[in-house]
């Protein structure tokens, strides 16, 4: 319990002792990280700081030399990277990863395949059962889609968006994966300040609306700063620093490796 009485919440992701080393390059080294329930973290870092290696291992993408990640108390490490969205874990990735000749519908639509019941897989047969669990999936990717505001877009093709939307889209496919906690990479990189701004309102909604909590990697430190509650720094695969984002700015080791680097 805190010292205000308040029983603290429940941690969602418990990174301990995380290591990964690349033939003789030491990636990540022991790097502790927690993610609790409601809370946005910022992971923040110069190029080539670990980054994107800690959400690699984070999501499965990549095997750690050492250490451990629980998700919601599960062993990550020990669970297949396609099964990590039952979880309640969800990510996007620095360049949108899109099909670019489909619309942006069937894109969509590819976050929530883990969500139909295994039985339907496939459909060799096109039982009601079947086409009502696709039409109810639809439905709701136009919802999502509508709550970023981009429903207009729903039969365009990916490829031929503007950046910023192909970004929005990457996000709405994870929130059709129903995740409790979301891994953003570098969502903001490539969008102009309105288009910052924006992100900025859609990241605390989904934390206030959908109860999602968020661990984002990012280089716009307005942004960190105006929407994260508590900031953790990486230079070189270490944790060098965490606290607030007034904390953070005013470290010194903070100001030398990162801030000063970035000015």
Known sequence: ?????????????????????????????????TVAAGEICGLVGPNGAGKTSLFNCVSGLYRPTDGTVLVDGTDALRTAPHRLAGLGLARTFQHPVLQPDATVLANVLLGGHNRLPARLAGYPVRWPSARRA??????????????????ERAGEPAGALPYGVMKRV???????????????DELA?????????????????????REISVLLVEHHMGLVASICDKV???????????????????????????????A
């Open 1 to 33: 319990m805190t010292e205000t009485g308040r029983h603290p919440d429940p941690v969602l992701l418990d990174v301990r002792g995380l290591s990964l080393t690349f033939g003789g390059l030491r990636a990540l080294d022991g790097v502790d990280l």
């Open 170 to 184: 990457e996000l709405a496919r994870a929130l059709l994966a129903h995740p409790r906690l979301l891994l953003l």
């Open 232 to 262: 953790v720094v990486l230079v070189q695969g270490r944790k060098v620093a965490e606290g607030s984002a007034a904390e953070i700015q005013r470290d010194p080791v903070v100001v030398e490796a990162y801030l000063g680097s970035a």
């Open 134 to 151: 696709e039409r109810e999936l639809a439905a709701e990717a136009r919802e999502t889609l509508d709550w970023l505001g981009i429903a």
């Open 189 to 209: 990189s490539g969008l102009v300040h309105e288009e910052v701004h924006a992100l900025g309102e859609v990241i605390r909604r989904l934390r206030s609306e």
